[in-house]
Structure formats: C-alpha cells, structure tokens
C-alpha cells in the first residue's frame, strides 16, 4: 500500500507518523516546494519522487494537504493522474470541494477534528471510496459520513458555523453582563447548564473571535454564501455582529 | 424567627420543607386562596392567620411566591406592612422588580435556579440586607449577587436571553443540517467540542421551545425591551426566528 502527499506541513507529517505500519510505504516530491516543506520532507525520511505526476500515478491513496487556496489547483493538474483514492484534507469550501470532484476519479473529502497532533485527532470522510479507508482506524478514529463527496465539507462549515454563531452570542451575553458589572455572575449562574468550564470555554472563543473579527467574519460569509437560500437569521446576525468590531 | 409565606405554591411549598430548623417557624395566610393552595397548606401544617396584613407584620422574613402578573400587586397591599426582609421570589422582570422596590422597605430579589424539588436548587439573593439570608445556606445553596435589588432579575434575564438565542441557534443548525441529511453527524461532531450531552440537551431545548414558539418569544420581547440600547442583535434575531413558527 503506498500513500502519496501532495504538500507536506503539519497534517501530512504528522498523518505519516500516526500510521506506523510495515505495510505502508510513503511517497512524496519537492518539486517546486518550500525550504521549511523540504526540511520536513527530510526530517520523515519518507521517498521522495522527481515529480507530483508520479506520486498521484504510484500512490494508491493520493492525500492533498497543501492549503485551501491551492486545492483545486493541485487537483485540477494531479487528479487525472490519481489511479487510486484522492484524499482531499484542505480546509476547503462546499464549492470547491465540488470543482474538485469534477478533475478527480475517485475523491473521498476529508477532515481532521481536534489537533492533528493530539492524542485523539478524528478524521471524517465521505465519497464512494470513502469506506475503503476504513483500515486507518487502527491508527486514528475514522468516520465515515456518507458516499456523498462533499458532506464533510458540508459538516464542517455547519460545524463552523454553530461555534461561530455561538461567539457571537457569547459576546453580546458578556457585553451585557460587564455593562451591569455581572460578568462572572453570569457565567456562574449558565454553568449551572452548560457545565463547570463553560466560564474557560467561553472567554477563550471571545478572545480568539475578537483578536480576528475581520477573518471570523469572513468564514461566516463564506458559510451563509454556501448554505443561505434565506432562511439564515441567526449565522447572518453573528455576521452583523463581529462587523462591528 | 418567623418566615411568612404570601403564596403557596410549589416553591413555598418546598422551601418550608428544606428549610428544616427548629428555629424557624413557618407562617401564612388562606385569606383569598384557592382550593389547591388550600389544600397545600393543610398538608404542611403551618401556622394560618386571618390575614396577610398580620402575616407581614409578623414575619422576619416575608416571602412572596405568587405570580409574575400578582408580584407587584401584593407588594404594594402588604409591603408596607412587613417590618423585616422581604424577599421577592417571583419570576418577574427588572423593571417590576424596581416598581416593587418602591413599596417595600427591605426588598431583596432572588431566584431559584434548578428545581425547586430537586437535590441542589440554588437560591440567588441581591438587595441590601440579602447577606442576612445566608443562614438559609445550611438547607440550600445561597449565593448573595449584590446588594443592588435588581441584580437577580438582570441576572436571571441574561441567563434567560443566552439559552433562548442558543435555541434559536440550535433550531437553525437543525434545519441547515436536515437539509442535507446530516442531523446526527451535526450533533455528533459538535459533541466533540460541547461534550458528550450535547445531541440530548439540544434536541430537547428544541422540542421544548417549538412545543410553545409564541410565549418564548414574549420571553425574549420582556429580554429586548429590559436591556436594549440598540445594541442587541443576536437577541433580537433569536426573536425573529422564534416569530417564524
């Protein structure tokens, strides 16, 4: 069996170190790649081929990690090549997901919940072939959602779009609170709910959205662009709210 | 020490029931009651007097636990009556809660979080003299806010507005996720995050607001018109949502 990267940063080093099986051979090119990719590449010690052509012809599970913005490239020149699965595990949109699926045979889309680097990293798929990668789950959870390339896609943005929606409230609640100087009365009072680190959880996703309300707020169009026929009032007032900051 | 009760229903019902002391003798009054509060009080056996004018003028501690609608009334026909705490347990907005403040000299606002016949309901108390309740703390948690009368209800409000905006959210996420077939996956990769009971507590927040859609929404109008300066958004597009059913 032999998985082949195309790009290689933390998911792919780390995927490679997770699955540690005498039966697993894997493959890599640094053609046209960074330094930082190729000390990476070096420090793995996995083979590393002339061109990305032969890795997607070689591989028989062709895994792109490189970046959203490069997705769809990177399928559009290798995917014809791919004889096996196409593995796509860049945070990439519903849309591009489909583009994709139209420039490769067999394209399973993927996602890695939690930190890749964690004890616990899940990674979800969905596409036809989806099920024949099922063997992984001896070295990381592996769920499969659907046959439906796509629905990962899917899942993260709703995924996405229910945390960012949820900060928006958070920071409304907390705004709130401080202008009657109740802050931690409130998140006392709403832990006797939503449980004992619901103080923690929260003042971390009001940091985090408010160190970056500008690109928060671009993830939010990007969901209501993907699934809005309307109907969105809340994911769209969250919107609305992190453009005021 | 005398605690009077001006009704008696569940929670004083209760009350007199956690409140196990030897120290502490329990007062009310059938004078206008109904059959049921009537029968309640035969089954506790506590002492009854002709009037509620003599049960306020008797007790250390008054407590009204009646409605919402009939708070402010019965603070104003016995307020002036009561010569020691007055202790406000209906669950009435602010700005009742100021208007009962008028009328009664030792107001302290306070609310019990968790049911009332459950193991641990917790009692909130603000006002100027609500760390003299904190004896109750040996029959229930007691938690003093302030000594602001009012706070409670603010604090109450903003727990009320966090969970209604957070259904209204979750009935969205819903809908979004049915479109595309994928409720369980929602529930299921939003669990890793929001812990295991995540799929249980929301679809039953979205059973029970859809079950009553119209008075969740006059929750959340009382919420809106408390706390508004204009700068509510999330609140207020949880209200449209509410007003879509």
């Known amino acids: 069996m032999i998985i082949g990267f195309i790009g290689f940063g933390k998911v792919s080093r780390n995927l490679a170190e997770l699955i540690d099986s005498e039966d697993v051979e894997f493959i890599t090119s640094i053609e046209g790649r960074s330094d930082s990719t190729i000390e990476n590449i070096d420090e793995s010690k996995i083979e590393v081929l002339p061109t990305f052509k032969e890795v997607a012809a070689k591989s028989d599970i062709l895994i792109s990690a490189t970046s959203p913005k490069a997705a769809a490239d990177v399928a559009k020149a290798y995917g014809k090549f791919a004889s096996g699965i196409y593995l796509d595990l860049n945070n990439i949109s519903l849309e591009t997901t489909l583009e994709i699926d139209k420039h490769v045979e067999n394209l399973v889309d993927g996602a890695i919940i939690g ?18 990668l099922l063997f992984l789950d ?17 899942l993260k943005l709703l995924r996405s779009s229910y945390t960012k929606t949820l900060t928006a409230l958070l920071i409304e609640s907390f705004e709130i609170a401080q202008k009657h100087d109740l802050e931690n009365e409130f998140f006392e009072i709403v832990s006797l709910t939503e449980g004992d680190d619901f103080k923690e959880k929260s003042l971390s996703r009001i940091t985090n959205t408010l160190k970056n309300p500008k690109r928060k707020a671009e993830e939010l169009e990007e969901i209501i662009s ?20």
């Open 138 to 154: 001896e070295f990381l959870d592996v769920k499969v959602i659907s046959e439906k390339a796509g629905d990962v896609a899917v």
């Open 226 to 245: 993907c699934f809005d026929d309307g109907e969105l009032i809340m994911v769209k007032s969250a919107l609305e709210k992190l453009n005021q900051y």
């Open 115 to 132: 930190k890749i680097d964690s004890d616990n990293p899940t990674l979800y798929i969905s596409g036809k072939t989806a099920s024949k």
